[in-house]
């Protein structure tokens, strides 16, 4: 059974920096790409970011309101994937995702994580 | 970026009856939309992508469809379980991923 449990959420103050993890069991992690994607309370989705596998380069994209604050990594030996959130902002506050990405759709997802940033 | 745009916002319909959601492209996207459904308190869940695929285990009842910019998701018969929020998300644009803004289909 696929499974993703995301865990680092909390209350954090504007301009605070957080970290989530993303524990994954149930697939080859090694192979998958992950995205994380959030959703602000009482809205709508919203893509953060992604990394490929380290056999496509291990490479990053993140989306335009968090580039440069924001960095995904993997450690693929524990199967866990990061999420390391800096200078944030009250905007940023949202349940965060973990999600599997296929063909830039995301099949599987974790229950989620809330990161409330606290002016 | 590309803009999904869902309506109606809410739909209000019986168990039984016919849903039919609509998603527009503010451009063209091929066949590159997925949807999913979200129910208060979980995740959301895959339904259908690229358009017209049914994701593993999704009932026959759920469907989509596509006609230029216009994406079509139907529920045949709702079922009770089938009230929830349901979002397109376009992946033509890889580098940016978006959603639409969601439909909520309620009991009537």
């Known amino acids: 059974e696929v499974q993703l449990v995301e865990s680092g959420g909390g209350l954090v103050k504007s301009g605070g920096s957080l970290r989530l993890s993303c524990a994954a069991s149930g697939f080859t992690f090694t192979n998958a790409w992950i995205s994380w994607v959030r959703q602000a309370p009482g809205k709508g989705l919203e893509w953060v970011g992604r990394?490929?596998?380290?056999?496509?380069?291990?490479?990053?994209d993140c989306a335009a309101p968090v580039k440069g604050r924001f960095t995904i990594s993997r450690d693929d030996s524990k199967s866990t994937l990061y999420l390391q959130m800096n200078s944030l902002k009250t905007e940023d506050t949202a349940v965060y995702y973990c999600t599997r990405e296929v063909g830039y759709t995301f099949d599987y997802w974790g229950q989620g994580t809330l990161v409330t940033v606290s002016s | 970026e590309i803009v999904l745009t869902q309506s109606p916002a809410t739909l209000s319909l019986s168990p039984g009856e016919r849903a039919t959601l609509s998603c527009r492209a503010s451009?063209?996207?091929?066949?590159?939309i997925a949807w999913y459904q979200q129910k208060p308190g979980q995740a959301p869940r895959l339904l259908i992508y690229d358009a017209s695929n049914r994701a593993t285990g999704i009932p026959a009842r759920f469907s989509g469809s596509a006609s230029g910019t216009d994406f079509t998701l139907t529920i045949s018969s709702l079922e009770p379980e089938d009230f929830a929020v349901y979002y397109c998300?376009?992946?033509?644009?890889?580098?940016?991923?978006?959603f639409g803004g969601g439909t909520k289909v309620e009991i009537k």
């Open positions: 998300q376009q992946r033509s644009n890889w580098l940016a991923l978006t």
């Open positions: 451009q063209s996207i091929s066949n590159y």
């Open positions: 990394i490929r596998s380290k056999t496509d380069g291990e490479t990053t």
